[in-house]
């Protein structure tokens, strides 16, 4: 019976439209991407070569024509069974574990080197395959070696997916290994049915099963920019990190990119993303550069080099860095994409995960206009206390390790401090003192900020309720609200019952909100802002000036104080803010509105606020934040003195 070929007639047809699919979503960028297509044209070759083969034996005669193709069908099987692994490899992110040893390069290559060698001298020695006297394709002594070596690849490939299934969900575990044990069974079938030609097409369903539920192609190209995406970029780092793999990152910010969404709209900003794509792309191209290049969203692109030993990498950021000071125009409009480039190293600057995703938050405020270095930014910013920070804050509210500062306000009417901003500090056994920028942004990540404010308050509460207060002459005391409690119901209640079963008068407390939490349209927040207001309780905007000051919202809330920041007050670095100032505070003074002027430091700005009419500065011209005890002392001196 002659060899039934519709098997590999089915097969050639789902890898010819795989490739189709593959090149038309342009996946042919990364390293996953290639080592997938290779692996999708050396199937189509390879069934193409078995169809030519069976096609020649048909006829008698065509020597040449039959040992070729043999010969060619067998070489591309057994590199298609590599190639297999090679994907396991690359998608576990473990090509660094598979090759770090020479033993373990040996154990990857040796076995496809002997079985090509085998191959190719088999037309010298016949011991594969032989033509017999008529011609026929017989199989020879040793052919059975070729199933040896091709199931040690795919048993391979099975053990690596078993070991690194936790960078994998079972859907893709079980898509991998159902693909694996596809071919294994086809390739048993052919061993004992040679005339049944189903072992191509067990790897073509193979190859459909895992382009469509472990290769994702939707989760590695990003629509917008054509570049791999974000999904994938996590994936790939922590499964480097995971093995200690030495890695090169060249961390490109557009820093800006929130500022420009809102000012292009969505259809611009679509193409501004592809366009700086493009630049990327390009360069790395005509550079020759062997990268992944990712977009990982909000305007951050990543430029993943697949060798540390890159000595232009500094050339590349300088360029990179330069190039995105160059203005593009978009509808009109000339916009200036400003970029923050880093060159990171890992694990060596950044271990692990938390800290890798510490570190991207941070980038952007670390913006010199040079190009910076992961090794520098680490030195200055402790990333491990971020990764820790969630169990250092735990431990914090349980080992008391917190404490209420405050800092004194003075009153340029009455010329003295009349009252005092409460400011939380943490001082830890382990670490010491961390700064209040690196545990709050984590505390309302976590919830913990609820705790945080209950201790601060509570803390307040009990310094007014004392003797000392009484003495010192103050008027109120200020408390910053987070967002995460203005967004909690009940929070204004809860803050109120607190204060009545303390004695402590409403008059007596002041709360700031800041900008962003004040003009959350959300029903939580409102309702406690009109409670705490209700109950006799004075309210103040913080921060002033460093979001979007929308004055016609500012003036529906009832604040009665509004604190202008320091970002808005260094008239000496930008002179032309003093017109802006000027102009503020006129109409905070025309809503009815009392001025706290934050983060002054030198006797000029105190004399221009103090004409401007601002009745209260705060700032280390007069004081830093103290503990309660030194700030009862500091006043208490500065009392004495004017006396």
Known sequence: MGKNLYFDYAAIVLEFVLLICILLRRMNKGRLNSVFVFLVITALFTTAMDIFAVAFDAHAGYIPGKIFFHTAYLLLRAFTSFFYLSYVIVITETWFLASNTWVKKVLLLLPITIVSGFIISNLVTGKVFYLDENTNYTRGDSFFWLYIFNAYYVLYGILKTIKFRRYMELERIFSMLASMGFIVAAAAAQYYMPNLLIDMFAAAIGLLLIFMLVHRPYEIIDVDTGLIHTTSYVRDMRRSLDCKKPELVLMINITNFQVLREMLGYTDTAVLKRSIADDISSYVKSKRIKAEVYYTG??????????????????????????????????????????????????????????????????????????????????????????????????????????????????????????????????????????????IPAAEKSGAINRIGDYVSHSVFEFISSDDFSELGLDYIEINLSPVQCLTNGYADELVSEMKELGIEPDKINLEITESASFEHHSAVMQNINKLHDAGVSLSLDDFGTGYSNMTRIASMP?????????????????????????????????????????????????????????????????????????????????????
């Open 298 to 439: 909000t305007g951050c692109y990543r430029i993943r080099y697949m060798s540390v030993d890159v000595p232009a990498i500094e050339e590349h950021a300088e360029f990179f860095n330069e190039l995105f000071k160059n203005k593009h125009e978009f509808s009109g409009l000339q916009v200036n994409a400003v970029a923050c480039v880093c060159i990171a190293s890992m694990p060596e600057d950044i271990p692990d995960m938390a800290a890798l995703s510490a570190f991207e938050t941070g980038l952007n405020s670390e913006y010199t206009g040079n190009v910076l270095y992961s090794s520098d930014i680490c030195r200055k910013v402790r990333y491990d206390l971020i990764r820790d920070m969630d169990s250092i804050i735990e431990n914090a509210l349980s080992e008391s390790e917190f404490e209420v500062y405050y800092q004194p306000i003075w009153s340029t009417q009455k010329k003295r401090y009349t009252c005092a901003e409460a400011l939380i500090r943490l001082n830890t056994r382990k670490y010491g003192s961390i700064s209040p920028e690196l545990f």
């Open 559 to 643: 604040f009665s104080i509004i604190k202008i920041d320091k970002s808005l007050t260094d008239v000496r670095k930008n002179p032309n803010l003093q017109i802006v100032l000027v102009n503020v505070v006129k109409m905070i003074k025309a809503l009815g509105m009392k001025i706290v002027v934050e983060g002054v430091e030198n006797e000029e700005s105190v004399r221009m606020f103090d004409n401007m009419g601002c009745e209260y500065i705060q700032g280390f011209y007069y004081s830093k934040a103290l503990p309660k005890s030194e700030l009862i002392d500091f006043v208490k001196d500065r009392r004495n003195k004017q006396r």
